[in-house]
């Protein structure tokens, strides 16, 4: 006989369609995951619906209650609408959350990522106990996310956390519309431009790991900027926690040491004096366990 547990379907969508069936407590009973359709939005929705009723109900524990998506791109909270999708398939012809809903027969919740990543490590990560948390996923893009006396900051229609799109001035080089953090790390892609290369960040992270030296003092040129816009964050709100995420943080102390040291040389005394600047813990799950 299936239990009377609340479970609840956690799905994080990119380039890869993750999902899974997540108890109350956020421990993942079970995982399912699709690559994306990337040219056919028909065929794109048809996988989300899939992935939905795949993991609807358990023999043991039950059924689900509820779906949570995190979705990369602008999501009008209000409305429930994607209204920005760069790195997916368009849809924005669809009334997805409505389709969703007769589809699966499941109440339907849509979120920025980001801001699903950042409730899950509120939830069950790095930041658990703390009522003002600012979130920095680094890796495809940079993404972010704000949590303020205990409740997710979205702005207006929901699409506050672009720390992306912060404008950061460094010896004359501005980060701003045209060079974007998102792109995905200005130092990064800079480097892979002057040097006519065909770098990654991925690619920089793995040599760094790897004792390259280049590759190395990237990863902490990349972390002394984010640091410093992390700073303004601080000064401003004055968080408890910073919890960083995502590919880049794969690096570890190489990134971390730097964003530290150029927040605190940043950042007002008193502020730095009481925020914890930390990597997160939940990985690629704090998506789907903040969704559900």
Not at 11 to 16: I, M, N, Q
């Amino acid at each position: 006989m299936a239990s009377s547990e609340q479970l609840y379907i956690g799905l994080d969508v990119g380039r890869t369609i993750r999902g899974a069936l997540v108890r109350l407590d956020g421990s993942i009973l079970r995982q399912h995951r699709v690559v994306s359709e990337v040219s056919d939005a028909r065929i794109f929705v048809s996988q989300l619906i899939d992935v939905i009723k795949a993991l609807h109900s358990d023999e043991q524990a039950g059924d689900a209650a509820a779906v949570g998506i995190g979705w990369a791109g602008m999501v009008n909270h209000r409305a429930q609408r994607i209204e920005a999708n760069p790195n997916l398939v368009d849809v924005s012809s669809y009334d997805l959350h409505s389709e969703l809903e007769r589809a699966t027969g499941l109440p339907v919740v849509i979120d920025n990522d980001a801001n699903v990543a950042a409730y899950g490590e509120w939830r069950s990560g790095a930041a658990r106990g703390s009522n003002d948390v600012f979130y920095v996923t680094m890796g495809t893009g940079i993404g972010a996310a704000l949590i303020l006396g205990g409740q997710l900051q979205r702005g207006s229609r929901g699409f506050a956390g672009e720390f992306g799109h912060f404008k950061v001035d460094r010896d004359g080089l501005e980060c701003g519309r045209e060079q974007l953090f998102s792109d995905p790390s200005f130092s990064v892609s800079q480097l892979a431009r002057d040097m006519e290369s065909t770098l990654t960040a991925e690619r920089v992270v793995r040599a760094a790991t790897e004792n390259d030296d280049l590759a190395a003092s990237v990863l902490k040129e990349t972390g002394r900027m984010l640091g410093t816009a992390i700073a303004s964050i601080i000064n401003l709100l004055n968080v408890e926690v910073v919890v960083l995420g995502g590919g880049l943080m794969a690096s570890g102390d190489l990134i971390l040491e730097s964003i530290r040291e150029a927040a605190q040389q940043a950042t007002v005394l008193q502020a730095f004096q009481c925020v914890r600047i930390v990597p997160a813990e939940l990985g690629q799950d704090a998506g789907i366990i903040g969704a559900a």
